[in-house]
């Protein structure tokens, strides 16, 4: 089993929660986690933007990634959002067979 890491930005606490919530009811994460509070910069539309947003890091596995990304996008409010699948080399092998366990194709 390939485990992913799923990096997330929101933009706000209340956002993030209510996607981390909504894969891991769905059985699309394991696991989700919010970071509350960041400072993004970045380009939009041509001009340098400063805003506070919040990070989900969700646990899932390869086979359910596209389908994690897709969910994200359908309960995010940003028309792009920032979506990032991240491979994991290791784990904890008893969390890993857990990640396993709890995700649902």
């Known amino acids: 089993m390939a ?3 799923v990096y997330i ?3 706000s606490e209340d956002e993030a929660r ?5 894969l891991v009811e769905r059985r699309l994460a394991a696991c989700a986690n919010v970071i ?3 400072r993004s ?3 939009w539309d041509g001009r340098l933007c400063e805003d506070d947003e919040a990070v989900v ?3 899932t596995t390869d086979a359910l990634a596209e389908r994690l990304v897709a969910a994200v996008k359908e309960l995010h409010s940003y028309e792009v959002p920032a979506v990032l699948v991240l491979d994991v080399e290791r784990g904890y ?4 067979e857990w990640l396993a ?3 649902r194709p």
């Open 3 to 5: 485990a992913k890491l």
């Open 9 to 11: 930005t929101a933009g």
């Open 18 to 22: 209510r996607i981390a919530r909504g």
């Open 36 to 38: 509350p509070r960041i």
């Open 41 to 43: 910069f970045y380009r």
């Open 57 to 59: 890091i969700a646990k």
């Open 93 to 96: 092998p008893p969390f890993l």
């Open 101 to 103: 366990g709890e995700v």
